[in-house]
């Protein structure tokens, strides 16, 4: 039996992003019941990401109630999934990390600064140091870009690494100007640029003019996107989030596919609830167990439940 209950989230500060502001969680959380388990799911479109609006899951899972057969979206799939994973779990008595394959019951993950105003930068800097986290992720994309860069290389330190994410908002130039001088001012401690431009014919050409490490998310989701990625050899990292593309068992498949080929994966969050969230930690501890990885974010959603997804000197530990 399948049952679906209305959840909302707030964050406790909105997210800024090139793409615009987060500042609400807004979806259906998911039980499927088998005897005296039930697993548990959750579906929560992230505006500007998400290939489903808010307003058409009712319909959806109207149609899943009722036994109509039609194609879900990606985000339905995915918390379907979801569910009946963390239900198989709970039948073997095993953590989902343990029952995917994984050897680790804990992950790393990067702290995040949202595209706040430059004054502001420092401060969020120095907290993210001091809570312990040695890889940052940036959100870039914004007129202040250079400033932001110029920080980081007089902040962090030589083991920190910073991941420099403008959501696809550079144009080709902008993209080689920023990263050559982001080259020259951070050095080994930039260990990857995401999604710099916003199309994969523009990054063919990027990587032909900087030398830096590239990460692909949104520009690898279009179908066949991700094709064309490795057989040019497009990228060093594919970011993947799991809620958007059909939850665990895509994720394992372009895992697969992705590191046969030498790249690397890092699992990220589309600000999940606590159902979400965990899931894709115990996914993560399995896929890559020596990446950090986007799942830091139960510090932005005031909810009680995310409270043991909390990270502690950058690292989450799972039951």
């Known amino acids: 039996m399948i049952q679906f209950e209305k959840v909302s989230y707030k964050l406790r500060e909105p997210i800024i ?14 039980r499927i019941r088998d005897h005296d388990n039930s697993g548990e799911g959750e579906i929560l479109p992230l505006p500007g990401w998400s290939s489903v609006p808010y307003q058409d899951l009712e319909k959806e899972l109207e149609n899943i109630s009722r036994g109509i057969n039609f194609v879900p979206s990606d985000e339905v799939r995915s918390g379907i999934n979801m569910a009946n994973w963390n239900l198989k779990a709970l039948q073997i008595g095993a953590p989902l990390w343990s029952v995917l394959g994984g050897a680790s019951n804990s992950i790393k993950v990067n702290g995040l600064i949202g595209g706040i105003a430059v004054k502001e930068f420092p401060e969020s ?3 993210l140091q001091r809570d312990g986290y040695s890889v940052i992720k940036v959100k870039l994309g914004f007129s202040d870009d250079f400033e932001k860069i110029k920080l980081l290389s007089e902040v962090l330190s030589s083991s920190q690494k910073v991941r420099l994410d403008p959501n696809g908002m550079w144009s080709l130039g902008e993209a080689s100007e920023r990263l050559e001088y982001a080259t020259k001012t ?20 990027l990587r032909k003019m900087v030398s830096v490490p590239i990460a692909a998310d949104d520009l690898i989701r279009k179908k066949g996107a ?29 895992a697969k596919e992705t590191q046969s080929n030498g790249i690397q994966v890092v699992i990220s969050s589309t600000y999940d609830g606590p159902v979400g969230l965990r899931t894709w930690c115990h996914l993560a501890a399995y896929v890559s167990p020596d990446l950090a990885h986007g799942l830091g974010t139960a510090v932005f959603i005031d909810d009680k439940g995310m409270g043991p997804l909390v990270p502690t000197d950058g690292k989450i530990s799972l039951t």
């Open 186 to 205: 951070l050095g080994e401690r930039l260990e990857y640029v995401e999604d710099p431009v916003s199309t994969l014919d523009e990054l063919f050409h």
């Open 17 to 30: 992003t090139a793409r615009g502001k987060i500042s609400t969680r807004v979806g259906y959380f998911i």
């Open 125 to 127: 800097l120095e907290r």
């Open 226 to 254: 991700l094709e064309y990625g490795l057989q040019n050899k497009l990228m060093d990292y594919a970011v993947v989030k799991p809620s958007l593309i059909g939850g665990i068992d895509d994720t394992l498949k372009i």
